[in-house]
């Protein structure tokens, strides 16, 4: 296993949302009215309660176009990824001028300069800062991104590094798409931004140690998750295959990483674990075997808020960090996305 001396450590976690929260009965009546009573299927099963939405809900149906939906985006989603990044450094004790690199990511929005500069002064970080932005990922950019860090500060022990994820899905809703796809995703997704502070090894900082990383990117699959981007913005590509590519390949890929460290997925004490929807989160927990209460902050935060794309895996870290394991514990964060591909970070607490 890599020496722990040279790990980095996640030293705090925040999430923030809109304040437009709604039940899913209200989500589902508006949706309902366009896409008709097919759609209550797909919501009833989505495993989703409550989410919380860019706009009111009774705004969404003036959105004209993607420039107005987008312009939407952009406000909203600095304000939230301002709140979630003030709040993180604020729990791990870091001011922001100390910050060396910030990561971003998000894939419901278009923005250049992009948000991690227009963050930049509002947030008071140095005008030196490493800018590193994040495009395309989506579901799994949450775990990506922390594994990039990682790689950042194994080279710079002396530093601190960032990451803002910030994903408004309801602004990308297409009226006029009657797919299964497009009812499912509407059913599936909310809003959100959460942000990551991250120590090197040569700064004391209470939370988890970052110990290794695995990308895996799986052949033939560009079709199985994505966006068509066109005039009306974003189209989603959502195949009912990601449950059956999670069945295939998941299960080897991480016990072929834990193999590497003398570890099997027995050893593991803690998943923190993207929930992309019911079906996925009973393909993890199949294939790895997992307890029946292993994802059950997987579970809450799907229930709760929502598949937040790239946030959703940020989230379970957030509640994992707020009630840690017992120390000398390892955990797992897990997670999938477009490509398709997956991300594993190893954890120590």
Not at 71 to 97: F, Q
Request: charged content about 20%; aromatic content about 6%; proline content about 5%.
């Amino acid at each position: 296993m890599n020496e722990t001396s040279a790990a980095p450590t996640l030293a705090a976690s925040a999430v923030e949302f809109p304040p437009h929260r709604h039940s899913q009965d209200e989500v589902t009546a508006l949706v309902s009215s366009a896409a008709g009573d097919a759609f209550t299927r797909f919501a009833s099963s989505s495993g989703v309660r409550m989410r919380n939405l860019a706009l009111p809900l009774e705004r969404y149906r003036d959105l004209t176009d993607f420039t107005e939906a987008n312009a939407v985006y952009l406000d909203v989603a600095l304000a939230l990824s301002e709140r979630a990044l003030r709040e993180a450094l604020d729990r791990a004790r870091v001011r922001a001028d100390e910050v060396d690199a910030i990561f971003s990511t998000t894939v419901t929005g278009l923005a250049v300069p992009t948000l991690d500069a227009r963050l930049a002064t509002r947030v008071g970080l140095r005008p030196d800062v490493k800018r590193v932005p994040l495009f395309g990922l989506g579901c799994v950019a949450g775990a990506a991104g922390v594994a990039r860090m990682h790689d950042y500060l194994r080279a710079y022990p002396d530093q601190v590094a960032v990451l803002v994820a910030v994903e408004l899905c309801s602004l990308t809703i297409q009226w006029d798409d009657h797919s299964t796809a497009n009812m499912l995703a509407s059913s599936l997704f909310g809003d959100g931004a959460a942000a990551v502070v991250a120590t090197g090894a040569r700064r004391a900082a209470a939370g988890p140690q970052v110990l290794a990383s695995r990308s895996r990117l799986y052949p033939d699959t560009e079709d199985v998750m994505g966006w068509q981007i066109g005039a009306f913005g974003f189209k989603i590509v959502l195949s009912a295959d990601v449950p059956t590519v999670a069945h295939k390949y998941l299960g080897e890929d991480v016990s072929l990483f834990l193999a590497e460290f003398g570890l099997t997925p027995g050893d593991i004490g803690t998943w923190v674990c993207h929930p992309g929807g019911p079906k996925v989160i009973e393909a993890v927990e199949q294939v790895l075997d997992l307890a029946p209460t292993a994802l059950d902050r997987t579970r809450e935060s799907l229930r709760e808020n929502g598949n937040l794309s790239s946030v959703s895996v940020l989230d379970v870290l957030r509640a994992t960090l707020a009630d840690p394991p017992e120390p000398g514990s390892l955990g797992m964060m897990v997670a999938m996305g477009p490509g398709f591909c997956a991300e594993l970070v190893l954890l120590k607490w």
